[in-house]
């Protein structure tokens, strides 16, 4: 199955600060997710991205989508220390029976 | 309220026994998904269901076993043969390829 991958791995920002993470992929994909993860806890769906779509915006948060490059980056604006969690990025593949594979993951650290 | 439940949520064992995961949602979603997380890593899948009565092995299948018996409900049970158990374990559902839908996770560990 495919992999998300996403870079950088660790980020650590001030508060009010733009923190972007960017992901790739293998294969084609229907869509992408991102998903958030704070410490021991379940994870949190942030935004879906269809293949047909390049650009999508959900409060502070942007995904952008590039299928020619196979990646995908999340950007959240004026950061605040709740942002504090893990970050994944997750696809599903055009053949994937709506199986997600997850990449490794962000840990961001919003510094108050 | 509608959710995904998991218990318990610390669950200890001996080297050699079998445990059963617990999983129910209320959302109605016919999907259903285990997934294994080790430190600092992502989430692989150990197996999903797509309906009940069914279900398919995902990356990491081999010591596992699952059942779905009924639409709301999703164990899982980690065998003797699996060789290295201990992990954070977390259930999922959802509608189609959509978002997926998390609980809290079960942590378990195995001496």
């Known amino acids: 199955s495919q992999q998300g991958e996403e870079d950088p791995q660790a980020l650590s920002i001030q508060e009010g600060e733009n923190a972007t993470m960017n992901c790739s992929y293998k294969?084609?994909?229907?869509?992408l997710q991102w998903y958030r993860q704070n410490s021991g806890r379940g994870l949190v769906h942030l935004i879906l991205?269809?293949?047909?779509?390049r650009e999508k915006h959900s409060g502070r948060l942007r995904v952008t989508l590039d299928t020619s490059k196979k990646s995908s980056s999340l950007l959240i604006t004026a950061s605040r220390a709740a942002d504090t969690a893990s970050y994944f990025c997750?696809?599903?593949?055009?053949?994937?029976?709506?199986?997600?594979?997850f990449g490794k993951g962000n840990q961001v650290v919003v510094i108050p | 309220d509608g959710g995904i439940t998991q218990s318990p949520k610390y669950l200890f064992r001996k080297e050699g026994q079998n445990v059963t995961l617990s999983c129910e949602q209320n959302?109605?979603?016919?999907?259903m998904y285990w997934y294994r997380q080790d430190p600092g890593q992502g989430l692989r899948l150990i197996y999903y269901?797509?309906?009940?009565?069914?279900?398919q092995k995902g990356d990491i299948a081999e010591g596992y076993s699952v059942s779905r018996e009924k639409k709301e409900s999703f164990p899982l049970t980690v065998t003797s043969a699996q060789k290295n158990p201990t992990a954070f374990y977390l259930c999922?559902?959802?509608?189609?390829?959509?978002?997926?839908?998390f609980g809290p996770g079960t942590r378990l560990t195995v001496t």
């Open positions: 997750a696809t599903i593949g055009v053949y994937g029976n709506n199986r997600l594979a």
């Open positions: 294969t084609s994909i229907n869509n």
């Open positions: 269901s797509q309906i009940v009565n069914d279900f």
């Open positions: 991205i269809r293949s047909n779509e």
């Open positions: 999922a559902s959802s509608i189609g390829e959509d978002e997926q839908y």
């Open positions: 959302l109605n979603h016919d999907a």
